[in-house]
T-cell receptor, first 114, second 114 residues
Framework: NAGVTQTPKFQVLKTGQSMTLQCAQD?????MSWYRQDPGMGLRLIHY???????DQGEVPNGYNVSRSTTEDFPLRLLSAAPSQTSVYFC?????????????FGEGSRLTVL | AQSVSQHNHHVILSEAASLELGCNYS??????LFWYVQYPGQHLQLLLK??????LVKGIKGFEAEFIKSKFSFNLRKPSVQWSDTAEYFC????????????FGSGTRLSIRP
């Protein structure tokens, strides 16, 4: 049982480049989300989705796009990377039945923008 | 929108000392509350959660937390810490009418001296 899988684990980009962080879950969870973790700032919610075809903005959505075409996948796109986007990114999912589901996290993707 | 405050950024304790980490949230309605832990080099995992009922909840590894609605608080406690509790601890809140999004605090780094 893979749980939440993120790729790549490490990435170095130059300013202005684009890339996509992939996230897949095999638990049939309705809810998926992306967070960034920065020292002293905890985890900040970027975007989230409560089902295929539905996405919404979190606390820090600027500079990021998402889509949810299937239940399993929730990619995060950086269209034009900036040094301020250097961070560790976590994908997380949860079931929504009964509104009691905990978040299950991927192992993280460390992104450096030069 | 909901928010979470963790006022202790770094706590240093000796083994066998008692622990209390503060967490206050802001939200004008019913909430679900969580504590997550991140051990060095690992992703976040759930310690405990409160949804309803008994405001004193027990989690894994001897941790417990008390929900005090009048104080908007959900402090984490452990009577006797061990060196293996060295980690970063995050409080999180989900507002009932917030479309299931979960917001995290800035985290508290706990260092245990052997």
């Amino acid at each position: 049982n893979a749980g939440v899988t993120q790729t790549p684990k490490f990435q170095v980009l130059k300013t202005g480049q684009s890339m996509t962080l992939q996230c897949a879950q095999d638990m049939n969870h309705e809810y998926m989300s992306w967070y960034r973790q920065d020292p002293g700032m905890g985890l900040r919610l970027i975007h989230y989705s409560v089902g295929a075809g539905i996405t919404d903005q979190g606390e820090v959505p600027n500079g990021y796009n998402v889509s949810r075409s299937t239940t399993e996948d929730f990619p995060l796109r950086l269209l034009s990377a900036a040094p301020s986007q250097t961070s560790v990114y976590f994908c997380a999912s949860r079931g929504l039945a009964g509104n009691t589901g905990e978040l299950f996290f991927g192992e993280g993707s460390r992104l450096t923008v030069l | 929108a909901q928010s979470v405050s963790q006022h202790n950024h770094h706590v240093i304790l000796s083994e066998a000392a008692s622990l209390e980490l503060g967490c206050n949230y802001s939200y004008g309605g019913t909430v679900n509350l969580f504590w997550y832990v991140q051990y060095p080099g690992q992703h976040l995992q759930l310690l405990l959660k409160y949804f309803s009922g008994d405001p004193l909840v027990k989690g894994i590894k001897g941790f417990e937390a008390e929900f005090i609605k009048s104080k908007f608080s959900f402090n984490l406690r452990k009577p006797s810490v061990q060196w293996s509790d060295t980690a970063e601890y995050f409080c999180a809140v989900e507002g009932y009418s917030s479309a299931s999004k979960i917001i995290f605090g800035s985290g508290t780094r706990l260092s245990i001296r052997p």
